[in-house]
């Protein structure tokens, strides 16, 4: 089953719930950064994302695609997903195999239980093609104190969309992260990649389709390759998460 086209819960007990998630359960990140840094992340992922991989490497940088197992090879309204075949090829080349959850499940919607069997499921799928599977990123950014507390021991790190750079102290539990999405999503991307310049900060970029006619939470190749560029013009270094956190 395909996600569909999604749009948060804008009412005011959805924001005091996203907002007061800030704030519990966190886990301060402990960083080590040489200079500026900028992680590219790719969430469900469309194999249009996994085609962009290239791009990076041009840059002699890598990408973590934040998969669900369950859609792989399924069609939605970004297009095709990635397949197993296309996620284990990533891996080899060196791109982080990162997890969402299997059937991208919102995790506040979600039983603590079921979520935790999705999860599992997820990690022993995405690991058996070659992917360390250890860091996460919540399905539409949608994250709840419940769900935070259940999968922090699970993971690494997990990913929300909030927008913020990530520096020494940052909460691992819901790591702030701007989409390359949108009309403005390359102006966007691009003031974030110099406040991390200005600051000696982590920024991490998200989106999700890369083609050249994208759909509204995707963007173009030759965005993803000006973004790439302008950050390595910039002086910063191109991780993967896991790269990031593993120093």
């Known amino acids: 089953m395909t996600p569909e086209p999604y749009s948060a819960d804008a009412g005011l007990g959805a924001k005091l719930r996203r907002r007061y998630a800030r ?5 301060p990140a402990r960083l080590d950064l040489a200079r500026p840094t900028v992680s590219f992340t790719f969430d469900d992922a469309p194999a249009s994302a996994a085609a962009a991989a290239e791009i990076l490497e041009r840059h002699q940088a890598r990408g973590t695609y934040y998969l ?22 990533l891996a080899v080349r060196g791109h982080e195999i990162a997890c969402h959850s299997h059937g991208h499940v919102d995790a506040h919607r979600t039983d603590g239980v ?8 997820n990690v022993a799928s995405l690991t ?9 990123a ?9 769900a935070k507390a259940r999968l922090a021991d699970r993971y690494g790190s997990l990913r929300g969309v909030h927008a913020g750079l990530v520096r020494d102290g940052s909460d691992l539990n819901q790591l702030p992260a701007v989409g390359i999405e949108g009309a403005d999503g390359e102006a966007v991307a691009r003031h974030w990649i110099d406040q991390a310049v200005k600051t000696g900060s982590w ?10 006619s994208p759909s509204a939470w995707g963007c173009t190749p030759a965005t993803l390759d000006r973004l790439a560029a302008h950050a390595r013009a910039r ?8 790269q990031v956190l593993d120093r």
Do not use: W
């Open 114 to 121: 079921a979520l935790l069997a999705d999860s599992e499921r």
């Open 128 to 136: 058996a093609l070659g992917g360390s599977a250890r860091h996460f």
């Open 68 to 89: 669900c197992a369950g859609l792989f090879g399924e069609t939605g309204h970004m297009g095709r997903y990635i397949n197993a075949q296309e996620a284990a090829d």
């Open 23 to 27: 704030l519990v359960h966190r886990r």
């Open 235 to 242: 002086g910063c270094d191109l991780k993967t998460v896991g």
């Open 138 to 146: 919540f399905p539409y950014g949608e994250v709840s104190p419940a």
């Open 203 to 212: 920024l991490i970029l998200f989106t999700h389709d890369v083609s050249d």
